[in-house]
């Protein structure tokens, strides 16, 4: 139903107001799956009819009709705004421009031009817009900021996971469940930082 139904909103204010004019452009139907005849949910499309066409009755159905308006674009918009349900956390960009400036000066105009969003959700209508827009608010201006999305990002993350696996070096960074359990994060910064610093020797 996400995949189908919902998007990330690029002016939040002027989507609620679409939705207390009811307009059609936010409002849908989406018809739930019953297992039996229905195996996947799909969004119903309006009957549109000609003008010299009658009317037709009202018949009953016996399919499961969800209606969504506002769902559509204040779902997702909590992974950019988890305030908005009392969770207390930095949102999506805020965490990537938050992360980028970790990093050393002078790495840091690589890491904005080189931003990768992956996962299902960044199929998202608008998904890599608002990024990019927010991101962009909240980087120096002297910094290009360029988001990409794969081609299949659903699988994106595990064959970098892959890629990561078969490199000569994996060994000298892996961290055992055994080592995280008896050092916890800092024996993956000292991992981390060792290899860092062995590929820039």
Excluded at 157 to 184: C, D, H, M, P
Aim: glycine share 4%.
């Amino acid at each position: 139903m996400k995949e189908d139904v919902c998007f990330v909103s690029t002016s939040f204010k002027e989507e609620m107001e679409l939705v207390r004019k009811r307009d059609p452009s936010v409002l849908c139907e989406y018809v739930l799956p019953d297992f039996l005849n229905i195996h996947r949910g799909y969004v119903k499309l309006p009957h549109v009819t000609d003008d010299n066409e009658e009317p037709k009755k009202h018949t009953p159905t016996k399919e499961q009709i969800i209606k969504v308006s506002l769902e559509r674009f204040s779902v997702p918009e909590v992974l950019f705004h988890p305030s908005d349900i009392g969770m207390q956390e930095m949102g999506l960009t805020e965490a990537i421009v938050y992360a980028i400036n970790q990093c050393p000066s002078a790495v840091r105009p690589h890491l904005y031009n080189n931003i990768i969003i992956t996962g299902g959700t960044s199929n998202l209508q608008n998904f890599k817009e608002r990024v990019v827009k927010d991101v962009r608010c909240n980087a120096p201006d002297l910094y290009n900021v360029s988001v990409l999305r794969p081609e299949d990002p659903v699988v994106e993350a595990w064959r970098g996971g892959q890629k990561l696996s078969s490199w000569s070096g994996y060994n000298k960074i892996r961290v055992t469940k055994q080592e995280f359990e008896e050092y916890g994060y800092n024996i993956c910064l000292e991992r981390f930082t060792d290899s860092i610093k062995s590929l820039n020797d």
